[in-house]
């Protein structure tokens, strides 16, 4: 796709997704907006039970900083404060341009996401047709692995991934590629990395973590 029109697009799909800023958590917390009762859609936020619990949000990937901030996050707490990892609660969000970190391998092959958001393997220098957040992510130059998505999965952390964006970004996958976007969407939407939980939009989600008393992290 053209600058140009991966530019407009984007900011029509953020448009359409509404960033955490459309409705901030102090703004929902401070205007009053209901909390509703428990739903099957907040079971992430029952399962929560660590005495520190933080949201990273992650609207962009900024070369993998979000994910070493988590890590630093659980490793500040074992050894800075004695705290064991089943007492912290690092969560980080998937939405925006960090939407299809969400998804499998497969799925970065298949659509050629890496193409797609410019992002290239450092392994290789081409696009990255793997997620490079799932095993080892390089950030700075440096690999990281005991950042990467399933070793923070093991120490007890919450990946969030937002329905609203996976359908604006497989729509404008679907569009570049020539492809039917609802097939796209279901082909994406059963490829979601494990232990990723897709919530319906990620301006709730972050609202319910604030409105639960989670600390707040905008990445």
């Not at 990273?56 to 994910?67: H, K």
């Not at 609660?89 to 659509?111: E, Q, R, S």
């Not at 393997?121 to 997620?131: C, I, L, S």
């Not at 996976?166 to 569009?175: E, I």
């Given at each position: 796709m053209a600058n140009g029109g991966w530019k407009a697009g984007l900011v029509m799909g953020l448009a359409v997704v509404g960033l955490a800023a459309a409705i901030s958590p102090e703004r929902a917390l401070h205007e009053g907006?209901?909390?509703?009762?428990?739903?099957?859609?907040?079971?992430?936020?029952?399962?929560?039970?660590?005495?520190?619990q933080q949201l990273?949000?992650?609207?962009?990937?900024?070369?993998?900083?979000?994910?070493v901030h988590m890590l630093n996050y659980y490793d500040t707490y074992n050894q800075a404060y004695g705290v064991k990892d089943s007492e912290v609660?690092?969560?980080?969000?998937?939405?925006?341009?960090?939407?299809?970190?969400?998804?499998?391998?497969?799925?970065?092959?298949?659509?050629r996401l890496g193409a797609f958001l410019d992002l290239?393997?450092?392994?290789?220098?081409?696009?990255?047709?793997?997620?490079?957040?799932?095993?080892?992510?390089?950030?700075?130059?440096?690999?990281?692995?005991?950042?990467?998505?399933?070793?923070?999965?093991?120490?007890?952390a919450t990946f969030l991934l937002c329905n609203n964006a996976?359908?604006?970004?497989?729509?404008?996958?679907?569009?570049q590629q020539g492809l039917d976007a609802a097939e796209v969407y279901e082909d994406m939407k059963a490829n979601v990395l494990p232990g990723v939980t897709m919530v319906p939009a990620m301006v709730i989600a972050i609202q319910k973590a604030q409105a639960k008393g989670i600390a707040y992290h905008r990445q």
């Open positions: 907006v209901p909390v509703e009762a428990t739903s099957p859609n907040d079971a992430w936020l029952e399962r929560l039970d660590g005495k520190y990273f949000d992650a609207p962009a990937p900024n070369g993998g900083v979000p994910l609660d690092g969560i980080l969000t998937f939405y925006g341009t960090t939407t299809f970190f969400g998804l499998n391998d497969a799925m970065w092959a298949k659509y290239d393997d450092p392994k290789t220098g081409e696009h990255a047709v793997v997620n490079p957040w799932r095993v080892e992510p390089e950030v700075i130059g440096m690999k990281l692995p005991q950042a990467s998505i399933e070793s923070l999965q093991k120490r007890g996976l359908g604006v970004f497989a729509n404008m996958v679907a569009s």
